[in-house]
């Protein structure tokens, strides 16, 4: 199948590579020329423009930074509405806010194109290994249209319901996230200080009732899980700043849908306070270090 692939970062160019595996031919769009390059000496195709991969493909895939991105890619002079065939299937893969992918969808509508939601969980290892969760929002047909491609990329496909309901429980995960990777940097820290050896408490947790993904997998106390950010000096993994990023897109649709978030509040001013000190490239387990006590 032809494939066109626009944006190469950190999460999509594994996604991307995942695909060529697969024996699909890439035509690929991003802002990065050696990332384009790299993907060309491996047999993709570099368009000129969103406009023309559009033009050529028989399936648009798109992973992007933000919203903004996401109307320029697709809105633009040049974008994707401007060349992608009426009936060619599109799935935007980025993390936004409900209401942009709605409106672009329904831009894409009047084209007579469905643009499907899919944004992922699994971070960057998830995406090298193609064991990613892909969240869809997408109509019944769209869904089993794009359903075998995403199975190329990931391990759980899930048809969330129509269209920006992919991005609904994307931010609602990750509001989970954010909120529950503080109350284990916190309790970590609190027995810390109080005396027990950290080993023992997690341990404890991990077998108690305080158990969850931060704790048994994540956890943020160093020396505690060997392949977890913290034993690296919380290089790679989830990026503080886009743990912040996905918990404003949270705290603003609970404003727009008038729904009271306080933790997840809390939580965004948190990790804004841990991105001011200069940490936002850490991993967001990171945020542990504003609990610890010097040494």
């Known amino acids: 199948m032809n494939i ?4 190469l ?16 031919r890439l035509l690929v769009v991003d802002v990065n020329a050696a990332v384009l390059q790299q993907f060309a000496d491996e047999g993709a195709q570099v368009a000129a423009s969103p406009r023309q991969a559009a033009a050529e493909c ?50 894409a509508a009047k084209q007579g194109v469905v643009l499907a939601d ?3 969980s699994g971070g960057t290892g998830g995406a090298a290994a193609g064991t ?27 048809h969330c319901g129509e269209v920006g309901t992919g991005q609904i429980a994307k ?25 027990i050896d950290t080993q023992v408490l997690a341990g404890i947790i991990n077998t108690s009732t305080g158990r969850c993904w931060s704790s048994d997998t994540y956890n943020p106390w160093p020396g505690v899980i060997d392949t977890a950010p913290a034993a690296r000096g919380y290089s790679g993994g989830f990026a503080a700043q886009l743990m912040l990023k996905d918990l404003g897109l949270a705290t603003e649709a609970a404003r727009q849908a008038q ?13 804004q306070a841990m991105n001011q000190r200069g940490e936002g490239g850490l991993d967001f387990s990171a945020i542990v270090n504003g609990y610890r006590r010097p040494r």
């Open 118 to 120: 899919a944004p992922v």
């Open 132 to 158: 990613l969760t892909f969240m869809v929002g997408a109509p019944e047909a769209a869904f089993a249209q794009l359903q075998p491609v995403l199975a190329q990329m990931g391990r759980s496909i899930v």
């Open 58 to 107: 028989e399936l648009l895939i798109t992973m992007l930074p933000a919203a903004s991105h996401v109307r320029a890619v697709y809105l633009g002079e040049d974008g994707v509405l401007a060349g992608l065939r009426a009936g060619t299937p599109a799935v935007d893969c980025s993390t936004i806010d409900p209401g942009t992918i709605r409106d672009v969808a329904a831009q």
């Open 9 to 24: 970062g950190n999460m999509g160019a594994p996604m991307a590579r995942n695909l060529i595996k697969a024996g699909h």
């Open 171 to 195: 931010i609602c995960n990750n509001l989970l996230l954010g909120i529950s990777m503080i109350g284990v940097a916190e309790a970590m820290a609190l027995g810390d200080a109080l005396g």
């Open 259 to 271: 729904q009271p978030v306080m933790l997840g509040a809390l939580a965004q001013q948190l990790y």
């Open 4 to 7: 066109a692939f626009i944006g």
